[in-house]
C-alpha cells in the first residue's frame, strides 16, 4: 500500500510563507511526477505544481513566482516552498503521485496523501 504523507500546513497572516512537506517509505519519487495540488471548500482539487521524473517542473499561474517546489530524491522528500501567501491560497493541500509526463490534472494522479490544511485569515 503507497503512504504519502503531508505536513507543515498551518494558519499564516497574508505576505508570510509555509513549507509543506511529502514523504513516504513505499513510492519512489524518482521513478513518478510528483505534484502538489489543493482544494478549497465547494471548488474543485486543482494542480498547483509538479515536478517530473526529469526535473521538468510546472506551475500553476495563480501561483507562479511565489511557490516553489523541490524535492530530494535521496531522502525521498518533496517540498512546496509557499511566499507571499494570500488568502485565496487557504486550502487543504494534498501531495501526490503520478505517472511521468502526465497533465497536472487530478484525475491523472494515482496516489494521494491525506492532505495538509494551509489557511491564510482575510
Known amino acids: 500500500q503507497v503512504h504519502l504523507v503531508e505536513s507543515g500546513g498551518g494558519s499564516v497572516q497574508a505576505g508570510g510563507s509555509l513549507r509543506l512537506s511529502c514523504a513516504s517509505s513505499?513510492?519512489?519519487?524518482?521513478?513518478?511526477?510528483m505534484g502538489w495540488f489543493r482544494q478549497a471548500p465547494g471548488k474543485e482539487r486543482e494542480g498547483i505544481a509538479t515536478i517530473d521524473s526529469d526535473g521538468t517542473i510546472r506551475y500553476a499561474e495563480s501561483v507562479k513566482g511565489r511557490f516553489t517546489i523541490f524535492k530530494d530524491n535521496a531522502k525521498n522528500i518533496m517540498y512546496l516552498q509557499m511566499r507571499s501567501l494570500k488568502p485565496e491560497d487557504t486550502a487543504m493541500y494534498y501531495c501526490?503521485?503520478?505517472?511521468?509526463?502526465?497533465?497536472?490534472?487530478?484525475?491523472?494522479?494515482?496516489?494521494w496523501g491525506q492532505g495538509t490544511q494551509v489557511t491564510v485569515p482575510s
Open positions: 513505499t513510492l519512489t519519487f524518482s521513478n513518478y511526477q
Open positions: 501526490a503521485a503520478g505517472p511521468v509526463g502526465v497533465k497536472m490534472v487530478a484525475a491523472s494522479f494515482g496516489y
